[in-house]
């Protein structure tokens, strides 16, 4: 997968939990997935559309979101509830604004947009239907694990 398609979602998730949240992110090894379940414990979901095609889903473990949460707020969030849900959903449109921006700057024209929220580490997240590989960025935060999953259509399997 091109680096430049995957670069603007790890930019924009980074640069959003810094300056929202002051939260320091190290990046991990990615991989290849190879099921369809969420690697967190809540997972926001990105669509792709336009000149170019695909899905993109940001997935916390709920130690790194209650963290993360707690420190955008000024306040001790202790479960996940619709507040939660909410600041995954704002986390997502922000990094979904910054991607648009920044792969516009490559002349391309696309869309990117929040469209919901899965709770649960069985959580099923469906991906563009028929792409083979789904690249996983996992990255270790000061408050805890997060993942970026991103698959485009007809780009992925170079």
Known sequence: ????????????????????AFVKVKPEIPFLKKDRKALGDISGLLE????????????????????????MF??????LNEE?????????????GHVATK????????R???????????????????VKHVLVLPFNTTKGKMVIEICYEGVNDG
């Open 112 to 130: 990117v947009k929040f469209t919901e929220i899965k709770i649960g580490k069985d959580a099923f997240i469906e991906h563009v239907k028929g």
């Open 48 to 71: 792709i559309s336009g000149d170019l095609s695909g899905s993109a889903a940001i997935s916390f473990s709920e130690k790194s979101i209650l963290g993360i949460v707690s420190a």
């Open 103 to 110: 792969i516009a700057e490559m002349d391309k024209k696309v």
């Open 1 to 20: 997968m091109d680096a430049a398609l995957v670069n603007p979602f790890i930019e924009g998730t980074l640069h959003i939990l810094d300056t929202t």
């Open 74 to 79: 000024g306040e001790d969030m202790t479960q």
């Open 84 to 96: 939660i849900n909410d600041a995954v959903g704002e986390i997502c449109n922000m990094v979904a």
